[in-house]
């Protein structure tokens, strides 16, 4: 997927979640409490007005608005999202209130690994689409690095070949989350 294409990728995912939010009649504050972010930084999340936030930010939003973020992204990946439409009702099921953030990274890591080696392709591989070292996308597979953004996630979903979506199911379905 090129550049331009997984930028307003994540700006779609940013929109829907605050369209959520809103529709859930949830306020910034709440967020912005909760999350323990500035209120200008969470509307900068909002607006994706920067793309290398991480994943686990994702998660947080998504945990606190009980949304799993795996259909956002299947509403993003196999729906048409006009962002200037003024209401989006989703469908979502149900979320746990409280799952562990972490083991959901590292859980997504040893998903990345098992689909990654089914295809029998090297870390290498991965490393060098992404501009990075062979070692460094080791840490993401180990679930070490939480800073990962949703950015460099659908990278390496469009080099496994897989929605997001359906690897952040997996996970969720491994974890007994939804």
Not at 28 to 55: F, G, K, P
Not at 99 to 123: A, H, T, V
Not at 160 to 171: E, F, G, K, S, Y
């Amino acid at each position: 997927m090129k550049s331009k294409n997984v930028h307003e990728y994540i700006k779609k995912v940013a929109f829907l979640i605050r369209k959520e939010r809103e529709r859930k009649d949830i306020s910034i504050l709440y967020m912005t409490d909760r999350l323990q972010l500035s209120d200008s930084y969470y509307r900068h999340l909002e607006r994706a007005t920067t793309q290398q936030v991480s994943l686990y930010k994702y998660l947080q939003m998504a945990q606190l608005i009980r949304i799993p973020l795996s259909e956002v992204l299947e509403y993003v990946e196999t729906k048409n999202v006009n962002m200037k439409k003024e209401t989006y009702k989703l469908g979502y099921s149900k979320l746990q209130e409280n799952f562990d953030i972490d083991s959901y990274i590292k859980e997504i890591g040893e998903e990345l690994r098992r689909r990654r080696k089914e295809q029998n392709k090297y870390q290498k591989t991965f490393g060098d689409a992404m501009g990075i070292t062979s070692h460094y996308y080791g840490h993401i597979e180990r679930g070490t690095q939480m800073s990962i953004s949703l950015y460099k996630y659908k990278v390496i979903a469009d080099i496994l070949d897989t929605p997001l979506h359906i690897i952040l199911r997996q996970v969720e379905e491994n974890l007994n989350i939804k």
